[in-house]
């Protein structure tokens, strides 16, 4: 079974700190995504990797950035929290080939006070 | 642009009515279709999917879903729902001509089964 991890279940952090959101996964999957969900709204692409160190943006990248540097781990970093990024944040990865069938971790609730 | 369109935000069943969720999509070209589940609780897991073949494609806990190309639409259905199918549910499609792998996902619809 794939499997995808994330660092914590819920993250409380003040305005302004710098936030790291790891995700690690063990199926050697290629790509890797970090979405933030949201009620109504869905779940919307902040950003994804298609391989090591390379990195896309998504729809939603204003004030996030991302870090690849190993295979298996996808970090995603709030340079500067703010209140508006209080959130459920997913992981996922895939294989690049073949269905794109997507692996989603169990998500980080992050509240920003 | 690309896009995915989820008709129904909120669902209320009794236990054993049917179910049809609407999905559509914008795309040019192939496309991949997916459902996923989220449980209370619990991370997204996938449904079903349908990439190429028979449009009619079953998935787990006898969830269904058809893909009508000339409607844009791929609507998952469930005879006779459960209390255990409270959950809220995503359709998401990707061009199958990608090499990123992409999804874009529906706002989602949150199914309330009644005891």
Redo the contacts between chains.
Sequence with gaps: DVKVTQSSRYLVKRTGEKVFLECVQDMDHE?M?W?RQDP??????IY?S?DVKMK?K?DIPEGYSVSREKKERFSLILESASTNQTSMY?C?S???TG?????????TRLTVT | AQSVSQHNHHVILSEAASLELGCNYSYGGTVNLFWYVQYPGQHLQLLLKYFSGDPLVKGIKGFEAEFIKSKFSFNLRKPSVQWSDTAEYFCAAASGSSNTGKLIFGQGTTLQVKP
Excluded: K, T
């Design positions: 790509n995504f979405y109504g709204l869905g779940l919307r692409l994804f298609y896309e998504g997913l996922a895939s294989l690049r269905s794109y069938e997507q692996y989603f971790g169990p998500g």
